[in-house]
Structure formats: structure tokens, C-alpha cells
């Protein structure tokens, strides 16, 4: 069984940082790509990160240079390292597998512009 439990988001000013965690337990974390998708009020889930099981990393246009998706020595624990936040960055964000995502989804964090 695996659980993917996501933590860190908040209330954020524009150009402000948050980071996130999220710990996956069960099997599959250390063996597999990893991802960051959010969920924006009113629209689909997106990716926004993945780390892939050499480290080398891919980020959605619209936060490349802004986001940081990295692991955890444990590697069950990924993060995500967000700088200079805007507007459009607020959603829930989950992690989760990549490609093939695992159902159920955590419950994600809510990230949302404090503006």
C-alpha cells in the first residue's frame, strides 16, 4: 500500500518562498520518477515538476528558474523549493508518481497569494 501525504503550503506574499514535503511510503519512491502537479481554484490538475531516478530534473515553462524539485537522502521524501511565488502559483499541489500516477492522490497542500 502506498501513501502519499504532502505538507509545507501556506499563506504567501507575492515574491515570497514556501517549501514543500511530501513523504511517500510503501514501495515504489526509490525506484520510480517523482512529481509535483497542482491544482489551480476552477481548472485541471497540472504537472509542474518531476525528478527523475537519475536526479535530472523538468519543469513546466511556467515556473522554470523559480522552483527547485529535489529528494531527500531518505528517498521517500521529495521536495519542492518555491521562490519567487506570483499569483498564479496559488493551488493545491500534490505529489505523486511519473508517468503513471498512483490512485488514491494525497490530499495535497494548499498554496495560496496572500495579495
Known amino acids: 500500500q502506498v501513501l502519499l501525504v504532502e505538507s509545507g503550503g501556506g499563506l504567501v506574499q507575492p515574491g515570497g518562498s514556501l517549501r514543500l514535503s511530501c513523504v511517500v511510503s510503501?514501495?515504489?519512491?526509490?525506484?520510480?520518477?517523482m512529481s509535483w502537479y497542482r491544482q489551480p481554484p476552477g481548472k485541471e490538475r497540472e504537472l509542474v515538476a518531476t525528478?527523475?531516478?537519475?536526479?535530472?530534473?523538468h519543469y513546466t515553462d511556467s515556473v522554470k528558474g523559480r522552483f527547485i524539485i529535489s529528494r531527500g537522502v531518505a528517498k521517500n521524501l521529495v521536495f519542492l523549493q518555491m521562490n519567487s511565488l506570483e499569483p498564479g502559483d496559488t493551488a493545491i499541489y500534490y505529489c505523486?508518481?511519473?508517468?503513471?500516477?498512483?490512485?488514491?492522490w494525497g490530499q495535497g497542500t494548499q498554496v495560496t497569494d496572500a495579495s
Open positions: 505523486n508518481f511519473w508517468p503513471n500516477t498512483f490512485t488514491p
Open positions: 510503501g514501495n515504489g519512491a526509490s525506484i520510480t520518477a
Open positions: 525528478i527523475q531516478r537519475d536526479d535530472s530534473n
